[in-house]
C-alpha cells in the first residue's frame, strides 16, 4: 500500500501471494471450479488489504482487488497446466 494508504498493483501484489499461499486447498478447489472458493479468496483478499491499511476499502479498490486476484489465480493456473 502506498504512504498515503491508497492501493496500487505494486502493494497489492504481495498481500494476494500470501492470501493464495495461505489457502492453497481454495486455490485448487477454484481451479476445479468448486462452489464457494471464489467468494472465499476474495473475501480474504478484501480482509487482508483493508488490514493492511487499516480502514475499508472504497468500491474501486474492492474491484481493483478482485481483479488483480483473478489475474493472479488465472496465471497460477496457466503455470499449473501448462
Wanted: hydrophobic share 50%; charged share 30%; net charge negative.
Amino acid at each position: 500500500m502506498a504512504d498515503d494508504g491508497s492501493l496500487t498493483v505494486e502493494a497489492l501484489d504481495p498481500v494476494l501471494i500470501r492470501v493464495v499461499g495461505e489457502h492453497q486447498e481454495k486455490v485448487v478447489g477454484w481451479m476445479r471450479d468448486e462452489p464457494g472458493c471464489w467468494g472465499f479468496l476474495a473475501g480474504q483478499a478484501v480482509a487482508a488489504c483493508r488490514a493492511q491499511i487499516d480502514r475499508p476499502l472504497a468500491d474501486i479498490e474492492r474491484r481493483l482487488v478482485w481483479d488483480r486476484l483473478w489475474w493472479l489465480l488465472e496465471n497460477l493456473k496457466k503455470e499449473v497446466l501448462s
